[in-house]
């Protein structure tokens, strides 16, 4: 649980209930990358994709074509993201109700139906509305995914799938919407449609069609996996339950209140609270901002895709060290302070590459924070419907940052949008000094469960009489995947 090392003899090594010789774990892990990773992040690129391209859609002439004036754009966008926050925790409890292959494809259903009639508004009060509705259908997609995934995969391999998945978000921040909005703003004229809603119909339309093939490709749990033998299964099974220290997967309402209560969901969250700011408004406003630098608006849609590569790269890497690491902290810390580095960059400078190449860095920080902060929560949270409510209360609270992301680049600020970068630095400095809070907080806690272990003499065999109490086991965290004592979380 914490980000120490924490060794001792004292606390033996147990064998799994399944013989996991049997079974080789990197084999089972690739299945489950190729059967699970490629959709999922679709699925999510649709999702940011459908969330953003309002930005693409600004440029392309919405606000001009809409007669938007003063702060009506900034309000369009902040409402997408109070139905999408408050509705959080509702989904992920959802999920276990109606099973994640039929709630994901339904909300990613609903929301590509909203898209399309997004194309056809015609005033500020319609934009207003089909933004509210959106976010309502939008609001389970991320928290339910990540879920979704933490259901899959043992901790210690969590991180490096969650920023493929997320890098997903990057990629279409511009890296792909970009690219789609340049080539779909040429649309315009054709059927009697501006270009940006052109922007909306087709890319709502894909995600119809993607949302209807996922009822038929998803599958559930790994108990159930159509894609893995009768001995993986088993063995994945038994993993994840050694992982977590058996903790209970049953759907009861005191886990929901343990999510509620624990104040560690809320620090975890105002650290989301904080990264969600400045990845927000560089998603949302990356084109504004280059076009604020000098450049068109037409090669501004191109410019945005090089920051989102590079946050999508770095993502995946910096994932992948962190599992292997089996540390979380010291990575959100270091994505603080490398996008602040590139906000003070685009404030201090006056040259457009210059201040281009802090849209670079600002991405490359910003993005991998946001997936060691999910991670980092996932695992610290025991039992499925606390883990599930837990990564919900992040989300929610986390993404309400995005409302206020809304309104910290303003027109009136325009070209070097100084609020707006003074805003992103401040939060930055704000992460920094939580992370910090964090990894010593959670090593205080594995400190404790240490010295309890060793004077109840508690080893991982007794794992069974502590189920019941998820994260508050004394061998949970303090034990790390596959019973090996060592760095945990």
Request: net charge neutral.
């Amino acid at each position: 649980m914490s980000l120490s090392e924490e060794k001792s003899d004292s606390v033996a090594s147990t064998e799994l209930p399944y013989q996991a010789h049997l079974v080789d774990r990197d084999h089972v892990l690739r299945k489950l990358d190729w059967h699970l990773l490629p959709f999922v992040s679709l699925l999510y690129l649709l999702a940011f994709l459908d969330r953003t391209n309002i930005g693409n859609a600004k440029i392309a002439g919405l606000t001009t074509d809409l007669n938007l004036t003063g702060l009506q754009f900034n309000l369009c966008s902040a409402m997408f993201f109070i139905p999408y926050c408050l509705l959080d925790i509702p989904s992920n409890v959802a999920i276990k109700y109606f099973k994640p292959s039929r709630w994901i494809p339904s909300i990613m259903f609903c929301w590509g139906i909203i898209m399309l009639s997004m194309a056809f508004v015609k005033n500020f009060s319609g934009l207003m509305a089909v933004r509210i509705l959106l976010g309502a259908a939008e609001s389970g997609l991320f928290p339910g995914v990540s879920f979704y995934l933490c259901l899959w995969y043992p901790r210690d391999a969590q991180a490096r799938r969650l920023g493929i998945f997320t890098a997903a978000s990057s990629m279409a921040g511009s890296a792909f919407g970009g690219i789609l909005a340049y080539a779909i703003e040429r649309m315009n004229g054709i059927g009697g449609l501006a270009g940006w809603s052109w922007i909306f119909l087709l890319e709502g339309l894909v995600t119809v069609v993607v949302a209807i093939s996922a009822y038929y490709y998803m599958e559930d749990y790994p108990e159930s996996a159509s894609f893995l033998t009768n001995e993986e299964k088993e063995w994945l099974v038994q993993t994840i339950r050694a992982d977590i220290v058996a903790s209970s997967k049953a759907l009861k309402r005191k886990f929901l209140w343990q999510a509620l209560r624990d104040p560690h969901s809320y620090i975890l969250a105002s650290m989301d609270l904080f990264v969600v700011i400045p990845l927000f408004s560089l998603a949302l406003f990356l084109p504004t901002i280059i076009v604020g630098l000098g450049y068109s608006s037409l090669h501004a849609q191109l410019l945005t895709i090089p920051p989102n590569i590079c946050g999508s790269i770095v993502t995946i890497l910096i994932g992948a060290l962190s599992d292997r690491m089996r540390v979380r902290g010291p990575f959100v810390l270091a994505g603080a302070c490398v996008t602040l580095t590139g906000y003070v960059l685009l404030y201090a400078t006056t040259e457009p590459i210059v201040g281009y190449v802090g849209t670079l860095i600002a991405a490359s920080g910003i993005y991998q924070a946001s997936t060691c902060v999910l991670a980092w929560t996932s695992a610290n949270a025991g039992g499925d419907i606390k883990r599930g409510t837990m990564i919900a209360i992040v989300s929610g609270i986390g993404n309400s940052g995005a409302i206020a992301s809304s309104f910290i680049y303003r027109s009136a600020d325009s070209p070097r949008y100084h609020p707006g970068h003074i805003t992103n630095i401040a939060c930055c400095c704000i992460l920094a000094t939580l992370s910090i809070i964090g990894m010593l907080e959670y090593m205080r806690l594995n400190r404790l469960k240490r010295a309890y272990c060793l004077k109840e003499g508690i080893d991982a065999s007794r794992y069974e009489e502590f189920s019941e109490m998820g994260d508050k086991s004394p061998l949970y965290g303090y034990v790390s995947s596959l019973w090996k004592p060592g760095r945990s979380y």
